[in-house]
């Protein structure tokens, strides 16, 4: 297996890189030519005191090694496979806290807890909720649009609905939920300049979420209502979340489920305006399986990355105990040995066994059916309320090592 021709110091989570673009071009080399392929990075860059780690390109490969905690392991080093070079290992060890970077027996302990407010009937409790939300939030975009009609979809239609469910989930009360969306944006947007937040203060507003969500549980264990929250800290008898534990629970809720989701929904709109015939059949039909051609099309995380347990071949490579793996799930998504026509934007495609969810394993994605929800909810209110809507400008991505994230998305209605 012969090394992919990418120029010298190329490194898949730059996040110069990821601002510019998504790199399908290299993905798809690196999936012919060197589908597991050592990507040597400057010491310390990552945050990690290491050299580099391994990236796994092909579908196949991403979701053996997530289907393999016992030989890859998210706890290590945690799942994000770059953080900002000046970050302390103790800043790295804390966020092991969040269940995104536990491995079983923990990780198992904790999901069994968590999954209580997740299963079908709490999400179909919310679901007239968010209906409503989403046309309020269409209604009030329209209302607000400029003179010459535009309007940055990002900010007054994308980034709320993910928020309120994530709030509506946990019983946040409406007036403290605008501080809670103002934490989370601050949590991942460390690092792009243009927002000037630096990792202390994200790291500030981490921390102010876990103290806020410290406090409803306590609360809720003095007092306990008809929400997760109680069913989560409140119940009799063993097997709930100790008050930290909730705090680092609506952590991964407040990034894991809400940049995700808002990324989605955002690509999804992009991506009907620029595939017009798309939009029109989504408009007439509404097919139940647009929204999983959504999050393949955006695939909201192009990565994450686990560390080796044991020494271990894949994809004809040997890795070592202690190297660090980069999942693609950008690339994955777009393995022409799985999809047909990978790079065409198609709504009807089924069956569609994408990886915008994780891999299978202990860490798929908990919230797929919320996420799922909300992204139907919200385009169903766009096309009953905005169907002719148009695209005033290109989008403005984020500087990010991992998230493939729209911050601007300018749009008109006629």
């Excluded at 609506?250 to 992009?270: F, Y």
């Amino acid at each position: 297996m012969h090394c992919p021709a990418l120029p010298e110091g190329f490194d898949f989570t730059d996040p110069d890189l990821l601002q510019a673009r998504v790199p399908h071009p290299e993905f798809a080399q690196m999936r012919q030519t060197a589908p597991v392929w050592w990507c040597a990075q400057p010491p310390g860059i990552s945050g990690f005191d290491d050299e580099g780690y391994w990236a796994v390109t092909r579908h196949a490969d991403v979701k053996y090694v997530s289907t393999h905690p016992e030989l890859f392991s998210s706890n290590t080093n945690t799942a994000v496979i770059r953080f900002n070079e000046s970050i302390s290992r103790d800043q790295i060890e804390v966020q092991k806290l969040i269940m995104l970077n536990m491995d079983p027996p923990e990780h198992t302990r904790v999901r069994q807890i968590v999954q209580r407010g997740f299963t079908p009937r709490a999400i179909r409790s919310l679901e007239e909720a968010l209906r409503n939300r989403a046309r309020s939030i269409v209604e009030t975009a329209i209302a607000g649009a400029a003179d010459d009609n535009t309007f940055d979809f990002v900010t007054n239609i994308a980034v709320e609905l993910p928020l309120q469910a994530i709030a509506e989930l946990i019983g946040v009360p409406q007036e403290d939920r605008t501080k809670i969306f103002d934490w989370s944006n601050k949590m991942a947007a460390y690092d792009d300049p243009e927002y000037a937040i630096t990792e202390e203060v994200g790291t500030e507003a981490a921390m102010e979420i876990v103290t806020y969500a410290m406090n409803l549980a306590a609360a809720r264990k003095e007092c306990p209502a008809k929400d997760i929250v109680s069913q989560l800290v409140a119940a009799e008898g063993e097997g709930n979340l100790g008050s930290d534990e909730f705090g680092f629970f609506v952590i991964l809720l407040a990034v894991a489920g809400n940049e995700t989701t808002r990324n989605a929904i955002s690509h999804g709109m992009h991506a009907f305006l620029t595939h017009p015939e798309q939009w029109e059949l989504y408009k007439r039909d509404r097919p139940e399986t647009a929204a999983e051609e959504i999050v393949r099309w955006a695939t909201p995380v192009v990565s994450f990355q686990r560390t080796a347990t044991a020494d271990v071949e894949l994809g004809g490579q040997q890795i070592k105990k202690g190297d660090r793996v980069g999942l693609f799930y950008s690339s994955a998504n777009n393995d022409p040995e799985v999809f047909d026509a990978p790079q065409q934007f198609d709504i009807t495609r089924d069956p569609n066994p994408h990886l915008g969810f994780g891999g299978g394993g202990p860490h798929f994605c908990l919230g797929k059916s919320l996420a799922v929800l909300e992204i139907n909810l919200i385009f169903n209110a766009i096309a009953d309320a905005l169907p002719d809507l148009k695209l005033a400008g290109a989008p403005r991505r984020l500087r990010s090592a991992w998230l493939n994230g729209i911050k601007e998305l300018q749009v008109s209605r006629d």
